[in-house]
């Protein structure tokens, strides 16, 4: 055997350089990481069904509290919309994580922060008021961009948003 021939038996060493380890907490609700397009579809189908029972359950207990105090059905709206405060974050968070991952972290961060805050303005509207069909529109509208975080693939290998959360092992050659 020739001293300038690589071993050809011999693996390829491999080191680990950051590990993707993140708690369904911390995916929820930290705007710190990646995530990838299957977990991002995932976690959002989990908020939509956590929401809706989280919706059914406060909406259930705040209407009773209106009701039986004689309170005007305007605190019930304003009420159910500080009460969607907590589900608009973790949207927020979640998106923040899959934009990060696609490394598109500025611009298109500032304006998924414009957007949950017109959600946020949306959700202190009376019903029936023409604000909110304006509103309506609007949130529809600027949400058609947001779309492309299902189908637009990550960045391969770190980024300065942390580690790649498909690969944790990189291999080093000789």
């Known amino acids: ?25 911390d995916q929820m609700i930290s705007i710190h990481g990646r995530l990838n397009r299957l977990r991002y579809l995932g976690i959002s189908i989990l908020l939509f069904f956590s929401s809706f029972f989280y919706g059914l359950i406060a909406g259930s207990l705040l209407s009773l509290f209106v009701g039986i105090s004689g309170l005007p059905w305007l605190l019930f709206e304003l009420g159910a919309g500080v009460l969607l405060i907590p589900v608009w974050y ?40 023409a604000v909110l069909i304006i509103l309506d ?14 189908f637009a693939p990550g960045d391969s ?5 942390g580690p790649d959360p498909l690969i944790t092992l990189q291999r080093v050659g000789l």
């Open 137 to 150: 529109i609007a949130t529809f509208v600027l949400a058609i961009p947001l779309i492309v975080t299902v």
């Open 90 to 129: 973790c949207s927020y968070a979640i998106t923040v994580k899959r934009l990060q991952d696609m490394n598109w972290g500025n611009g298109w961060t500032t304006y998924l922060q414009a957007y949950t805050f017109l959600l946020a303005i949306w959700g202190f509207v009376p019903y029936g008021s």
């Open 1 to 25: 055997m020739d001293d300038t021939e690589p071993m050809a038996l011999a693996p390829e060493p491999f080191t680990v350089l950051e590990e993707w380890n993140m708690s369904i907490i």
């Open 157 to 161: 290998g770190s980024n300065q948003f």
